[in-house]
């Protein structure tokens, strides 16, 4: 089971990024997949679930109506859209597997982590 996150970079404020997760080793549409996130000095924190259920998705409040979260079963691959971006979104961005069949991402049900892309928002 592996899980590779990509598209982080630096951008401006008010830019946009797409992250990408691409998961090997499972069928990811059968599970919760979540994407979190780490800034210097602060614990990782949950940033967007896509349920495997029924699809649903969900976001922390401080992003909620700027970031979407998407997935391509073709693909296997989860995406993350990240719009009006802010200096405070600058962290890691991790994607992770959640329970088989999973409606939500707490952290501690998060059993394979991809290794993180950089994200730096600045002028």
């Known amino acids: 089971v592996q899980l590779q996150a990509s598209g982080g970079g630096l951008v401006q404020p008010g830019g946009s990024l797409r992250l990408s997760c691409a998961a090997s080793g499972f069928t990811l549409d059968y599970y919760a997949i979540g994407w979190f996130r780490q800034a210097p000095g602060k614990e990782r924190e949950g940033v967007s679930c896509?349920?495997?259920?029924?699809?649903?998705?969900y976001y922390a409040d401080s992003v909620k109506g700027r970031f979407t979260i998407s997935r391509d079963n073709a693909k296997n691959t989860v995406y993350l859209q990240m719009n009006s971006l802010k200096p405070e979104d600058t962290a890691i961005y991790y994607c992770a597997r959640g329970s088989p069949y999973g409606r939500r991402c707490p952290r501690g049900d998060m059993d394979y982590w991809g290794k993180g892309t950089l994200v730096t928002v600045s002028s």
């Open positions: 896509v349920s495997s259920s029924d699809g649903r998705t």
